[in-house]
């Protein structure tokens, strides 16, 4: 049972160059959430989709779109990147808005 | 603005004693609490949690106490064992009845337990 699947594992950028996150889950879960860890700071929540055909605005979704392309998949996309997006992405499920989350590996991501 | 903190960056203690890993948090609205483990390279894993209408949950070695009037909690690991190692993220949610996947983390406590 794979969970959560994100890819690639490992990005590098240029300033304005554009990319999609990929995020899949196995688990049949309704709730998909996008999170970013930067040093000292926790995780902060960017964008979530509370079941398939809808998503909403976490606390830092500037300069991000997302799609949840059908309920295993949630993508998070860069349409021009900054060095201040270099971090760590994080994607995670839940079975409902009351279980806890299930996270991805991770997406290291530089920016330069 | 951190809403949830925790200001321990690391903990250092001897296998078989007691870890305790604290948060505070400044928004009286949170009323689910939960902690994360999280290894080197790997996502975050849900370890425990609370809801604000408790003062203690337990889980084998795992036990979360809440203070709702201090707004703390706190986890304690015991006994603790070489493999806890590991980063801890407090986290909190539920503020207005959001989805309680829409979490506020802490900045996390490195925790090392030696043999």
């Given at each position: 049972n794979a969970g959560v699947t994100q890819t690639p594992k490992f990005q590098v950028l240029k300033t304005g160059q554009s990319m999609t996150l990929q995020c899949a889950q196995d688990?049949?879960?309704?709730s998909m959430y996008w999170y970013r860890q930067d040093p000292g700071m926790g995780l902060r929540l960017i964008y979530y989709s509370a079941s398939e055909g809808t998503t909403d605005k976490g606390e830092v979704p500037n300069g991000y779109n997302v799609s949840?392309?059908?309920?295993?998949e949630f993508s998070l996309r860069l349409e021009s990147a900054a060095p201040s997006q270099t971090s760590v992405y994080f994607c995670a499920s839940s079975e409902s808005d009351e279980a806890p989350l299930h996270f991805g590996n991770g997406t290291r991501l530089t920016v330069t | 603005d951190q809403q949830v903190k925790q200001n321990s960056p690391s903990l250092s203690v001897q296998e078989g004693r007691i870890s305790i890993l604290n948060c505070d948090y400044?928004?009286?609205?949170?009323d689910y609490f939960l902690w994360y483990k999280k290894y080197p390279a790997e996502g975050p894993t849900f370890l425990i949690s609370i809801s604000s209408i408790k003062d203690k949950n337990e889980d084998g070695r795992f036990t979360v106490f809440l203070n709702k009037s201090a707004k703390h909690l706190s986890l304690h690991i015991v006994?603790?064992?070489?493999?806890?190692s590991a980063v801890y993220f407090c986290a909190a949610s539920g503020v207005g009845?959001?989805?309680?996947?829409k979490l506020t983390f802490g900045q996390g406590t490195i925790l090392t337990v030696h043999p």
């Open positions: 688990m049949n879960h309704n949840r392309l059908n309920k295993r | 400044t928004n009286s609205m949170f006994p603790s064992q070489p493999g806890d009845g959001t989805s309680y996947g």
